[in-house]
């Protein structure tokens, strides 16, 4: 005996699973943004000042096709003294300000993400 089933809101879920990659891809590229902000901010702050130069040569980057972000030195006149700051020398202790900043956002990526996506999918604030 065949019966028929009705499934209310069935359009609606449908229309909200196909909504799922470009939020996600939204979120991601939100979260990564936010995050190599966060951190950048953060290492800036901790990064030693004698000359500024290290301090300026700080950047953030998002790939937002490959889904990466990175904070550094690529300046190639500081980048060989920004490593050596970090990580100290036989003359010179370490001032580590990269590390402790990745350390300290760490978390805040998927928190973010979460968050993200859940607004572009229209349930978050």
């Keep these: 005996m065949a019966g028929r089933i009705r499934l209310d809101g069935l359009r609606e879920a449908l229309r ?3 909504r ?3 939020a996600m891809r939204e ?3 939100e979260a990564l943004h936010e995050w190599a902000e966060a951190v ?3 290492a800036e ?3 030693p000042r004698d000359k500024g130069n290290l301090w300026q040569a700080l950047e953030g980057r998002v790939n937002d096709h490959f889904g990466r972000a990175d904070v550094g030195v ?3 006149a500081e980048l060989e ?3 050596y700051v970090e990580k100290g020398t036989s003359k010179m202790d370490d001032q580590p300000y990269l590390v402790p900043a990745f350390n300290e956002h760490r978390r805040q990526v998927t928190r973010t993400y979460r ?7 229209g349930r978050g604030s």
């Design 115 to 121: 968050a993200a996506f859940l607004r572009h999918m």
């Design 40 to 42: 950048l901010s953060t």
């Design 27 to 29: 979120a991601r590229t």
């Design 74 to 76: 690529w300046d190639p």
């Design 20 to 22: 799922v990659p470009e």
């Design 81 to 83: 003294y920004a490593m």
């Design 16 to 18: 909200a699973i196909e």
């Design 45 to 47: 702050d901790k990064v």
